[in-house]
């Protein structure tokens, strides 16, 4: 590895770890704040992705098992964040979405979570911010280039939904 990439991708760690700590940092305390895990604001926002999604698909981006993520579920559920309902395409399955509170959780923790980028961009010049937002779009192109194929949510007992 050539010097000036071992520097670009100390930079680029660096860059990523700020942005994790006070993009994180301020979500962190909001959950504790209101009771929840990061695991069950995790799976919120995993549902707010999806639409809708079942208890499986839940547990499998959580890294735990079905029967661990539909306990941390119920919880959700009788907070009034999540409802569970029957899949209308496999009796057998159950979806997830979320409800008003649910929703209006996440709002509230987006935009706590990107204070920081609003109090960032403030201190930018408009040139810095102009030259930042053409990195930060090749960026972008280059990340998006690497995730490859996107999975469609599904319910669980059923393939893929079409919206």
């Not at 209006?104 to 935009?111: E, N, R, S, V």
Request: hydrophobic share 40%; aromatic share 4%; with cysteine.
């Amino acid at each position: 590895m050539l010097p000036h990439e071992a520097e670009f991708l100390e930079t680029m760690g660096e860059w990523t770890r700020v942005v994790m700590r006070h993009s994180m940092h301020g979500l962190i305390h909001y959950a504790k704040e209101n009771g929840l895990s990061m695991s069950q604001t995790i799976a919120l926002f995993k549902i707010k992705r999806n639409g809708r999604c079942g208890v499986a698909d839940v547990g499998k981006d959580l890294q735990v098992s079905s029967a661990a993520a539909s306990q941390m579920l119920d919880r959700l559920v009788q907070q009034g964040f999540i409802q569970r309902s029957e899949n209308p395409e496999d009796r057998r399955g159950k979806c997830l979405t979320l409800t008003a509170k649910g929703q209006a959780f996440l709002q509230k923790g987006i935009h706590v979570r990107q204070r920081w980028i609003i109090d960032l961009a403030d201190s930018l010049s408009m040139e810095e911010k102009r030259a930042a937002k053409e990195t930060l779009v090749m960026l972008l192109g280059k990340a998006k280039a690497l995730e490859g194929g996107v999975k469609n949510p599904h319910c669980e007992g059923e393939g893929t939904i079409h919206p």
